[in-house]
């Protein structure tokens, strides 16, 4: 009976977790998607890359510069990189977690929509 109960409990737990860790990523998504409109678009429309065009935000060019996890994307948001503003001044750490995530999906999808 306590296994049972345990099992039952265990089950509960995660699917609750599961829950909200897909939710809190669909919103995380959905801010990205606000902040990279506001911040990013001017230079990076459609994962492009207005500036450098092999710089681009699309899958083979973020694989090829060694940027294709969120951690690094966030590292380079955060920080800049040569003609890339640093946006740490301007972005809290929610927000550049939230963008990376975005990009990161855009470019699995060849950032269509």
Known sequence: MLNKLLTILFLTLTLILTSFHATTLAVNIDTGAQIFEAQCVGCHVGGGNIVRRGKTLKKKALERNHINTIE???????????????????????????????VLEQAEKNWKK
């Open 72 to 102: 690094s994307i966030s590292a380079l948001v955060t920080n800049g990189k040569n003609n890339m503003s640093a946006y740490k001044d301007r972005l809290t750490e929610a927000e550049i977690q939230a963008v990376s995530a975005y």
